[in-house]
């Protein structure tokens, strides 16, 4: 087995001042160079896997006030590893869109009172002056004085996420406004969970809120059927919760006034992997005068 050692040695005089000898020492170093390779490789895996998580991961020494910055630096801000390793605290937030700092700062600070976590979305600038939306997750470590010595924390790239929720929120607006107009109630129930989102005309048909309309579980929808035709609409509804059939009833619905109205309810039951059902998907729609034309 091969082993390192450090060698130092020195000479001795005699009595004359000539040269007598040499002296020397050997230091078994083999445990400290294992060390330092695998030390070496953490540090290359380190690197490499955050480089390959396309994030900026850093590290900040309150006492130096220095940041240590890894990861895909180049990929996200345009910069060189070496060029962005200049960037200490007032650099990052300098980089920050002039909007978002002032928020960013004060969690900053607040997270330095009390250490903890520290999460905030804002724009971060790239080297080309460009912006990218960032969220950066990090936690404030404390000493033995409960100050906070040390900042260990990743920004990542958003952009993507970002957009697809602006698509989200402008699909979700205009399927409400399309639900509203055409004057439906759409419901969409998690049965897990037993919550039910509600859209639509609500109000309109209704006469609840939007926000009241939001508490509506079956239990409470089933209470809202006349009594004549609640043991017809329910058994349908229990039948399709056992089978995944589709429902299609008609029944009188109270509105907060105390009134009726003919609701023809249609909806989807759907299962999951293991056959069972957990999402129900369905359309209620005023036929109150469809149904007084029939009775004329």
């Known amino acids: ?34 060390a330092e390779k695998t030390f070496r490789k953490s540090e290359e895996r380190y690197r490499i896997a955050s480089e390959q998580t396309g994030q900026l991961v850093y590290d900040y020494d309150a006492e130096s006030e220095q940041i240590d910055w890894a990861g895909a630096i180049s990929q996200i801000t345009g910069c060189t590893p070496e060029e962005f390793k200049q960037v200490n605290l007032e650099g990052w937030l300098a ?24 999460l905030e979305e804002y724009r971060f600038r790239k080297k080309n002056g460009s912006y990218f939306h960032a969220e950066d997750s990090s936690i404030y470590l404390l000493d033995e004085k409960y100050q906070v010595h040390r900042i260990v924390g990743v920004i990542k790239d958003i952009n993507e996420r970002k957009l697809a929720r602006e698509i989200l929120e402008r699909s979700e607006e205009r399927y409400r406004a399309v639900a509203v107009q055409t004057g439906q109630l759409v419901y969409d129930y998690d049965v897990k969970n037993n919550h039910s989102s509600w ?13 009241e309309f939001q508490g509506f579980t079956p239990a409470v929808w089933a209470d809202h059927v006349h009594p004549e035709d609640r043991e017809k609409a329910a058994k349908a509804h229990e039948n399709c919760t056992r089978n995944g059939e589709k429902y299609l009833e008609e029944y009188r619905f109270r509105r907060k006034d105390g009134s009726y109205f003919y609701v023809e309810d249609s909806g989807v039951y759907l299962k ?25």
């Not at 997270?111 to 976590?117: A, V």
Request: include cysteine; charged fraction near 30%; hydrophobic fraction near 30%.
């Open 1 to 34: 087995m091969q082993r390192d050692f450090l060698f130092h040695k020195a000479t001795y005089q005699d009595s004359s001042g000539e040269v007598a000898g040499v002296v020397g020492v050997m230091l078994d170093i083999t445990p400290r160079k294992a």
């Open 95 to 118: 980089h920050i869109h002039k909007e978002d700092q002032k928020r960013a700062w004060e969690t900053h600070e607040m997270c330095m009172k009390t250490g903890g976590k520290y």
């Open 272 to 296: 999951n992997e293991s056959r069972d059902i957990y999402r129900v998907l369905g359309v209620m729609k005023d036929v109150s005068e469809r149904k007084k034309q029939l009775k004329n």
């Open 199 to 211: 859209v639509g005309a609500i109000e309109e048909l209704t006469g609840y809120s939007f926000e």
